[in-house]
């Protein structure tokens, strides 16, 4: 099979690379074939940011700039894109660049081995904000740096940085030239070539094409979940097919009764999307994963990947979500849950792909919430996840619909749950009853997570949890306080979003 050329833009100048193997990740490809050692290898898994790179992408006439973790994103997925590491950062005379500068100057580094992945995580928004006119807050700056740890600094002082970046003198990248140079790119049209190891092609009708004739190629999206599987797993593919450059699948488009987003569509801008209608859920969508993971993965691949402790399947069973699949023989609509026939298996045939989730509007005197259970409560996986979406009517339970994760082989809807709710007074004692059935609906398995006995117990908690705060109470989980960063006293937070303001 033929490789097609890799171009991107770097430092100015655009990168021509032949030969880069289909299932070669960025990291590989700055580390070991360009020596760029200033992006470093950490967890190699998407959790740690000491690789993260910021990638810049032409839409609608300007650059939109996003951290990454380089360890878990294929070299060939930034074709067409422009690249930063660290050490692009300064100006070509050595003067530090306003992220450098600022966490020079609050002293925000120690042994210095993330610091590289916490300057690109500024870099990003730095671009997106302070290059836009906008400063920083002390909130918006622990969101940027969500998917970057540190071992031994503490993170005051990085957080000073992010603030004090947007008070040193601007610096600005020359958009204009960058954008000439990345539709010089788009035209030489990668990886349309049938017989290419990574098929990488630009519309609905291409893809079908290709997944038709290549049913046996491995479809990438963010490569957040396949990324794992070449790094931990030490999978290989002959031939990849890349899904994130089909316009149709990369729009977000609002229907009359529906939101129809596209499979290609960001994390980040899938759940955009939905805190547009559903501003409760903000603090739920904090907690997925990293900023960086959302930046790369997509809602359509967490979805397809059918993971039973993947966060994004409850919250949208609860919404009554559908997917659309599609082929070269036409498009079928199922309703999620009904998507997945064991672990990790489903019913998408070898020449579909998944297309479009659909997402019904709000409906009126709805209420929502999404709960996430984990041993880290940033960047970690759940060990529970549940989704209930409520409305009352009368008195009565007219409709609820729960989702949940991490209690079976695969994301499920708590049928017998709603079934003992809906027609019932919304009362604690019709609570207290739906826990019992909760409790028993599902047979989680004892990991390295949690064990099953903690599962079940901590399911009837969170629909009384979510009882409670149908009544208004807020204050009933630690998620509901948060440091106050000028007393050091703890103090609740808004109620609706769950996360600290």
């Not at 031994?152 to 603030?163: E, K, M, N, S």
């Not at 990293?290 to 993971?307: D, F, K, M, Q, Y």
């Not at 007219?398 to 809906?422: C, D, M, N």
Request: proline letters at 4%.
């Amino acid at each position: 099979m033929n490789t097609p050329v890799l171009e991107f833009v770097r430092r100015g100048e655009i990168v021509s690379l032949r030969n880069v193997p289909p299932t070669r990740t960025l990291l590989a490809l700055l580390r070991e074939d360009l020596g760029s050692t200033d992006t470093k290898e950490g967890c190699n898994e998407g959790d740690c940011g000491a690789c993260t790179v910021v990638l810049g992408e032409a839409q609608g006439g300007h650059l939109r700039y996003s951290a990454v973790n380089s360890c878990i994103r294929l070299a060939h997925s930034i074709h067409g894109m422009a690249l930063w590491t660290a050490a692009d950062l300064s100006a070509p005379d050595g003067t530090p660049h306003p992220v450098q500068q600022a966490l020079l100057s609050c002293h925000a580094s120690q042994c210095g081995f993330c610091t590289p992945g916490f300057a690109m995580s500024l870099f990003g928004m730095y671009q997106n904000q302070v290059c836009q006119g906008q400063g920083v807050s002390r909130a918006q700056a622990q969101e940027a740096l969500s998917g970057n740890l540190c071992r031994c600094t503490g993170y005051r002082p990085i957080l000073d940085a992010a603030q004090q970046m947007a008070a040193l003198p601007r610096v600005n990248l020359d958009e204009a030239d960058l954008l000439q140079k990345l539709e010089l790119i788009a035209q030489t049209k990668p990886g349309l070539q049938a017989n290419s190891s990574y098929i990488s092609p630009s519309s609905l009708s291409a893809l079908l094409a290709a997944r038709a004739e290549h049913p046996e190629a491995q479809i990438v999206a963010g490569g957040t979940d396949v990324g794992l599987w070449l790094n931990k797993l030490h999978m290989d593919f002959a031939q990849v097919l890349g899904v994130t450059r089909v316009t149709e699948l990369k729009r977000v488009e609002v229907q009359h009764s529906h939101t129809v987003i596209g499979a290609a569509v960001t994390l980040s801008d899938a759940f955009a999307a939905l805190l547009a209608e559903r501003s409760q859920l903000r603090g739920f969508v904090s907690r997925f994963a990293g900023l960086p993971v959302r930046n790369a993965g997509t809602l359509g691949g967490n979805i397809a990947n059918g993971s039973p402790i993947g966060d994004s399947m409850p919250l949208l069973i609860a919404l009554r979500a559908s997917v659309v699949l599609a082929s070269v023989r036409g498009q079928r609509e199922l309703p999620l849950e009904a998507l997945y026939t064991g672990y990790r298996k489903n019913v998408i045939a070898a020449d579909e792909v998944l297309a479009w989730v659909k997402v019904p509007h709000p409906a009126e005197g709805e209420f929502m919430r999404v709960y996430k259970v984990s041993k880290r409560f940033d960047d970690d996986i759940s060990a529970v996840c549940l989704a209930l979406k409520l409305q009352v009517q009368d008195g009565r339970v007219s409709q609820i619909a729960i989702g949940a994760g991490g209690v079976a082989a695969t994301p499920v809807r708590a049928l017998k749950t709603e079934a003992a709710l809906v027609g019932q007074h919304w009362s604690q004692d019709s609570v207290t009853h739906a826990m019992v059935t909760l409790r028993a609906e599902f047979e989680p398995i004892s990991d390295m997570r949690a064990s099953g006995d903690y599962r079940r117990q901590v399911l009837g908690n969170l629909l009384q949890r979510f009882w409670l705060e149908s009544q208004g109470q807020a204050d009933v989980s630690l998620e509901s306080f948060c440091l106050n960063a000028d007393t050091d006293l703890t103090t609740p937070s808004t109620p609706t979003t769950g996360a600290c303001a």
